[in-house]
Nanobody, 127 residues
Framework: QVQLVESGGGSVQAGGSLRLSCVGS?????????MGWFRQAPGKERQWVASITSDGNTRYTDSVKARFTVSKDDAKNTLTLQMNGLKPEDTAMYYC????????????????????WGQGTQVTVSS
C-alpha cells in the first residue's frame, strides 16, 4: 500500500525557515503525475500550497510565491518544501499528497484531486 511519511515541522519565529520532507513507499509510480503540498488550519479547508509534476514543472499558490520552493528527489522517493520568510498566517498542519493516475489539473487544484496523504506535520510561526 502507499505510504507517505512527513517530517520537518516545528515552531519558528516570523521570518524564519523550515524544510519539510515527505518520503514515499509502497508504490511503483514515483514520481507521480502530480505531487503536492497542502495545508490546513483549524476550522478551515485543506488548501493547496504547491505542486510538482513528474518532469519537474512547479506551481504555487499566490501567497507563497517567492518564499516557498517545492522539489523532488526521485532517487530517494522524496518530496520537499523549503519555506523561507515564514509568516504567522503560514501556521497550519502541512500535508503531502500524491495523485497517481492523472496529470495535475490545468486550473485550480483541490484536495479532492489527490488520493493519498501523509500524516501531516505541524508548522507554527510566531510573531
Amino acid at each position: 500500500q502507499v505510504q507517505l511519511v512527513e517530517s520537518g515541522g516545528g515552531s519558528v519565529q516570523a521570518g524564519g525557515s523550515l524544510r519539510l520532507s515527505c518520503v514515499g513507499s509502497g508504490y511503483s509510480a514515483w514520481p507521480g503525475p502530480c505531487m503536492g503540498w497542502f495545508r490546513q488550519a483549524p476550522g478551515k479547508e485543506r488548501q493547496w500550497v504547491a505542486s510538482i509534476t513528474s518532469d519537474g514543472n512547479t506551481r504555487y499558490t499566490d501567497s507563497v510565491k517567492a518564499r516557498f520552493t517545492v522539489s523532488k528527489d526521485d532517487a530517494k522517493n522524496t518530496l520537499t518544501l523549503q519555506m523561507n520568510g515564514l509568516k504567522p498566517e503560514d501556521t497550519a498542519m502541512y500535508y503531502c499528497g500524491l495523485r497517481l493516475f492523472s496529470d495535475c489539473p490545468s486550473g485550480g487544484i483541490r484536495s479532492s484531486d489527490f488520493g493519498y496523504w501523509g500524516q501531516g506535520t505541524q508548522v507554527t510561526v510566531s510573531s
